[in-house]
């Protein structure tokens, strides 16, 4: 199993080790090097194995063949980047805020996930995110995040944390590193979190699989979730991320679901609700694409309104994106010939999913907070 990947990333060269956060950007004659070489029993060359000693000290490639070691990934046209692939909508939970509405448990078989899994590397993904629903709980989960690994992708996975502690996820984790897993918190306290998840019980799995995954030292970085009924609990959640030495990022604005559905929107806590920052555009759907079940291909998780299939276009379908996002960021519809329009703080896309859920200006728009003010 190889413990390095040499990669094209969008117009630079990378050399990056799974499990690691840290990377190395390499010369463009580097990698057509390490690319000539890739598979040969010679030695590695002398200055790679000076930047490995490095950047990972405790990695010998000194006098090692490329082979044992090192995957190099291929020049793609397409341009990808990066990519997420929601591998099931099907959840153990049932959150209050959880903006992907109905959670029902379809997909593709296995042989269609793989399929996905080689177009998105042809396509030049190299950072992977692996979401759900909750996506441990998908039967393919082992074999679409092992195949991934074995492409050379650099693996995020995005978690309620439930499952962690399973044995047959920590020998897989071991055996092929994340670059992060990104686990969700909705709350501090057993009453708090089972009720917003509506599962009893929720806290107790969470807290065992944290246990699970903080002894196998997996990178962890947690995503507090706070609304109407975990705000009183925001510095509590704070603190035990601070004790368990865990990185997190806060989120407090509640989006409505997938399919325009308003109903999420009762757990906002009206206090924590705040203007985000100017938009000011995204690569999405030019240097990343999302993935849905079926293997639909969107701009991103929210701009799923002209789709792809992967399985039946196959990577051909892809040169259509771009013209796609592009179409698809335009101020049209309840935004057409908006004075504020330049300073908005929301795409398009998003903008259009509180218009059909009938959500108050404020929660989304500068013309809201205006009259609010």
């Known amino acids: 199993m190889h413990k390095l990947i040499a990669s094209p990333f969008l117009d630079q060269y990378l050399l990056v080790r799974p499990g690691s956060r840290g990377g190395v950007l390499l010369p463009r004659s580097h990698y057509e090097e390490l690319r000539a070489h890739a598979g040969s029993t010679q030695a590695a060359p002398s200055w790679l194995a000076d930047v490995v000693q490095e950047q990972w000290p405790g990695l010998e490639v000194t006098g090692r063949s490329t082979a044992e070691f090192l995957l190099v990934r291929h020049l793609s046209k397409w341009g990808y980047a990066r990519a997420s692939f929601e591998i099931n909508l099907g959840c153990n939970l049932r959150c209050k805020h959880c903006y992907l509405g109905l959670k029902v448990n379809s997909g593709m078989p296995l042989a269609d996930k793989l399929r996905c899994l080689r177009i998105m590397t042809e396509a030049g993904v190299l950072w992977l995110q692996i979401t759900g629903g909750e996506p441990t709980i998908d039967k393919d989960f082992p074999a679409t995040y092992r195949a991934a690994f074995e492409l050379g992708m650099m693996i995020s996975v995005s978690t309620n944390g439930s499952l962690l502690w399973r044995e047959n996820l920590l020998t897989l984790f071991r055996a092929c590193p994340p670059y992060r897993v990104t686990v969700s918190m909705y709350g501090a306290t057993k009453a708090t979190y089972d009720e917003l ?22 990178p962890l970085r947690m995503s507090i979730i706070v609304t109407e009924d975990t705000a009183h609990e925001e510095q509590a959640m704070l603190d035990l991320c601070e004790r368990w030495g865990v990185e997190y990022n806060v989120f407090t604005n509640v989006t409505p679901t997938i399919y325009g559905g308003g109903e999420v929107l009762t757990a906002q806590s009206k206090e924590h609700l705040r203007m985000r920052k100017q938009f000011t555009g995204c690569n999405a759907g030019h240097t990343f694409f999302h993935t849905d079940p079926h293997g639909l291909v969107s701009i991103c998780k929210i701009g799923r309104d002209e789709q792809i299939s992967l399985p039946l276009e196959g990577i051909d379908g892809l040169s259509r994106l771009g013209a796609i996002a592009d179409r698809l960021m335009l101020r049209t519809g309840g935004c057409s010939g908006c004075k504020l329009s330049g300073t908005c703080t929301v795409c398009r896309p998003l903008a259009k999913h509180y218009q059909e859920a009938k959500a108050p200006l404020e929660s989304y728009c500068q013309h809201g907070i205006r009259k609010a003010g």
């Open 197 to 218: 998840t509506q599962r009893e019980g929720a806290w107790d799995l969470f807290v065992q699989g944290m246990n699970a995954a903080r002894a196998a030292r997996l």
